[in-house]
Nanobody, 112 residues
Framework: QVQVVESGGGLVQPGGSLKLSCEVS????????LTWYRQAPGKKREFVAS????????FYSDSVRGRFTISKDNVAKRGYLEMSSLKPEDSAVYYC?????WGQGTQVTISS
C-alpha cells in the first residue's frame, strides 16, 4: 500500500521559515511529479507548487513564487517544500500529492 506522509509543519512567526517533507513508500516515486497543495479553514484546497518527475522544472503559484522552493530527491523518495518570508496568509494544512495519492497533511501556522 502506498503511503504519503508529510512532516515539518508547525507554528512560526511572520517572516520565519519552515521546511516541509513528503516521504513516499511503496511507489514508483521517480516516475511521478510531485505537487504541494494547501487548504486554509473555510477555503478551497489550492495549488502551491509542483515539480516534474525528473526534478528539472518547477512551477509555483503567484502567491508563493520567490518565497517557496520545491525539490525532489528521487533516491530518498522524498519531496520538500522550503518556505521563507512566511506570512499569516500562508497558514494552512499543506498536502503532498503524487498521481492519485495524497498524504494526510501537515499544519502550518504563521502567527506572532
Amino acid at each position: 500500500q502506498v503511503q504519503v506522509v508529510e512532516s515539518g509543519g508547525g507554528l512560526v512567526q511572520p517572516g520565519g521559515s519552515l521546511k516541509l517533507s513528503c516521504e513516499v513508500s511503496r511507489f514508483a516515486f521517480v516516475s511521478y511529479g510531485l505537487t504541494w497543495y494547501r487548504q486554509a479553514p473555510g477555503k478551497k484546497r489550492e495549488f502551491v507548487a509542483s515539480i516534474r518527475s525528473t526534478g528539472d522544472a518547477a512551477f509555483y503559484s503567484d502567491s508563493v513564487r520567490g518565497r517557496f522552493t520545491i525539490s525532489k530527491d528521487n533516491v530518498a523518495k522524498r519531496g520538500y517544500l522550503e518556505m521563507s518570508s512566511l506570512k499569516p496568509e500562508d497558514s494552512a494544512v499543506y498536502y503532498c500529492n503524487l498521481g492519485n495519492y495524497w498524504g494526510q497533511g501537515t499544519q502550518v501556522t504563521i502567527s506572532s
